[in-house]
């Protein structure tokens, strides 16, 4: 379980974290959503000690995450960055099996390539596209290639940031179901940011809404649409008019 | 009175951002040599550092020393015309090159070369989460990228200044003999005569030094690039900037330290 307790975090003048507290409990799949700037990234940075929150606590199952065996927390993680995060002087497979190749986790590199193959299996891809690299492959293969690496651990937890950015919707479709899939499968925590309604209710079981540092609403997806914050309706709804400001 | 009092202000500004820059610079070379130490070790990226720094650095190395080398024999043979001095071309041409132009020279190549590189690839790294993503597969990015590449300089920029060392030589041996008319075997004999252990040395040191600086600022800046594109082309030219000065201000400490009276 991970649970964040009244997280800061501001970058100068700009209070982005006004005091996060949200519990996304073992093996479900929590989705955060809220506008551009809103602080969703950096949420998920802190945890991952990425980003280093000015006050307030972070733990994982109990444990506080800025204290301990860094590698060894970090082991139980996979991420999948928006723009993929690929490592384009390394080969597809490599960019899979990069946890595998080096550090505690090493394996033979035969035994990582077999590994990084089926991990390109599972997500749609075949093994010809191993040996191609990042920037020979279109914007929806390197999601899938992200995917891959983030699940080639076999992590316990797994974040998404923004996983059908770019896409169109039905490639959009295609890693909402994976991610799904592969969840579920696994029985891993996950964490998803994104804007995309459809992901939302494709992925979620819990639903976060991040407004003003805050979290204005959280509670399973079924209830999402009958939750009357006037917050999470105007968001859901896409509506200009509002509580949230747009700014035209 | 305002406006002297702004002018020292800005004086005060830039010598405080210099300070700064150098305190940061300097926690950074203790961080990465404090990585060197300490495992996991990344000998292929090593190897792949090794082989970016020093070995395709060669060509553009060989090219600017061999045309340095014969310019200086040309101007040290027109310069001591003036006081019947032309036959010191080869001692000249050796100490020129091996104290001073060889390494200097060197270094700034790889500035240009490496240095550039490095932080346009780190800083790409840094704005498409590369850099973060490294953090998330539990791999410092100090010790996979940083300390290889700063490595790779300590190690690879002296071979680099020897070989342009030679190569210079030889630029000023060409044309010494082929357009000065001095004699090939006197023109070599008095090269080596005149060349002392110290000359060499100092000229391999500054090598190790220019290294470290160029590949150190490369990643440096890299490191600490934001804002898309524009910090990446931001990035790189502080980066060679700076590798740029730096080299030019080690290489007067170095010639101090070895030849100051």
Redesign the interface.
């Known amino acids: 379980m991970i649970e964040l307790q009244h997280v800061h975090k501001a970058f100068g003048s700009n209070r982005v974290l006004r005091g996060v507290t949200l519990t996304i409990p073992k093996a479900t799949s929590m989705v955060i959503i809220g506008g551009s700037g809103t602080g969703k990234s950096v949420a998920l940075k802190c945890i991952l000690g990425l980003v280093r929150p000015d006050s307030g606590l972070i733990t994982l199952d109990g444990k506080d995450v800025t204290k301990g065996d860094r590698d060894a927390f970090l082991a139980r993680f996979g991420m999948l960055f928006q723009g993929g995060a690929l490592f384009d002087s390394l080969p597809v497979w490599q960019n899979v099996a990069f946890r595998l190749l080096r550090g505690s986790l090493k394996r033979p590199k035969g035994e990582a390539r077999e590994i990084a193959i089926e991990k390109l299996r599972r997500v749609g891809l075949k093994p010809e596209h191993a040996d191609l690299f990042p920037a020979e492959l279109s914007g929806g293969m390197q999601k899938r290639v992200g995917l891959a690496r983030a699940i080639a651990a076999e992590p316990e937890i797994i974040f998404f940031d923004e996983p059908t950015t770019g896409l169109d919707p039905i490639m959009a479709g295609v890693i909402n179901d994976l991610i799904r899939e592969i969840v579920t499968e696994m029985g891993a925590t996950a964490m998803t940011i994104t804007h995309d309604m459809t992901s939302v209710r494709a992925i979620a079981d819990n639903v976060a809404m991040l407004h003003d540092g805050v979290i204005q609403w959280t509670g399973p997806v079924a209830e999402m649409d009958a939750s009357g914050d006037p917050y999470l309706d105007q968001f859901i709804h896409g509506r200009a008019e509002g509580p949230i400001e747009a700014v035209r | 009175m305002s406006w002297i009092s702004a002018f020292l202000a800005a004086i005060g500004r830039t010598a405080m951002g210099g300070f700064a820059l150098i305190g940061r610079l300097t926690l950074f070379g203790l961080e990465t040599l404090s990585h060197v130490f300490r495992p996991?070790f990344?000998p292929r990226e090593l190897l792949l550092a090794l082989f970016n720094v020093g070995y395709f650095s060669l060509p553009v190395v060989g090219l600017t020393a061999v045309f340095t080398g014969g310019a200086l024999a040309l101007q040290i043979y027109s310069g001591g015309a003036r006081f019947n001095a032309e036959a010191v071309v080869p001692q000249i041409v050796a100490i020129g090159v091996i104290r001073e132009l060889g390494p200097v020279m060197v270094g700034l190549m790889i500035a240009a070369r490496v240095t550039s590189s490095i932080a346009a690839e780190i800083a790409t790294?840094k704005v498409?989460?590369?850099i973060?993503?490294l953090?998330?597969?539990?791999?410092h990015p100090m010790k996979y990228l940083t300390v290889p590449r700063v490595l790779a300089g300590l190690i690879t920029v002296p071979v680099l200044v020897a070989v342009g060392d030679i190569i210079g030589i030889l630029g000023g041996y060409v044309v010494g003999v082929q357009s000065l008319g001095f004699s090939p075997g006197a023109y070599l004999k008095n090269t080596v005569d005149f060349i002392e252990t110290l000359d060499v040395v100092s000229s391999l040191v500054k090598g190790a030094a220019f290294g470290v600086i160029a590949t150190l600022l490369g990643c440096y800046y890299g490191m600490r690039t934001r804002r898309g594109a524009q910090g990446v082309g931001r990035a790189t030219k502080l980066a060679v900037e700076a590798a740029a000065v730096l080299i030019l201000g080690a290489n007067f400490i170095i010639t101090s330290i070895f030849f100051s009276a």
């Open positions: 996991p990344y790294m498409t989460e590369q973060d993503a953090v998330t597969l539990s791999t």
